[in-house]
């Protein structure tokens, strides 16, 4: 099963995406990008890191493209080369083209995903991935 972070400052929206990748992702959850970084730091040096990330952009404390840099810069610090690093879909309520290549730029993602999330959308974008 996959190891997946689910972060989203939305509690319902963590929760309706652990239910839909139920029985496809073991999920944990961070409520904003700075306890995200923190997790993937942690679970990295436990050596039990996360194989797929799903990351809202828009949060407090810390925004998803800062958490997605960061987290990329700790894969770099441990010589994970970009193409072994971890999964990341970006969520995003914005759906301008600028908007998603920002998305892709900033985060290295291999997805994003417009809000609301449908659990069809969700798990044929991972299914693409080669996650499910």
Known sequence: MVKCLVVDDDELGRELIAQYLEGVADCEMAENGLMAVDMFRAAFEEGNPYDLIILDIVMPEMD???????????EKEWGVSIND????????????????IQAYVSARSAAHLVKPVHPDKLLATLSKMGIC
Do not use: F, M, W, Y
């Open 85 to 100: 690093g971890v999964s990341i879909v970006v969520l995003s309520s914005l759906n301008t083209p600028s908007d998603v």
């Open 64 to 74: 998803g493209h800062t958490a997605a840099k960061e987290i990329r810069t700790i």
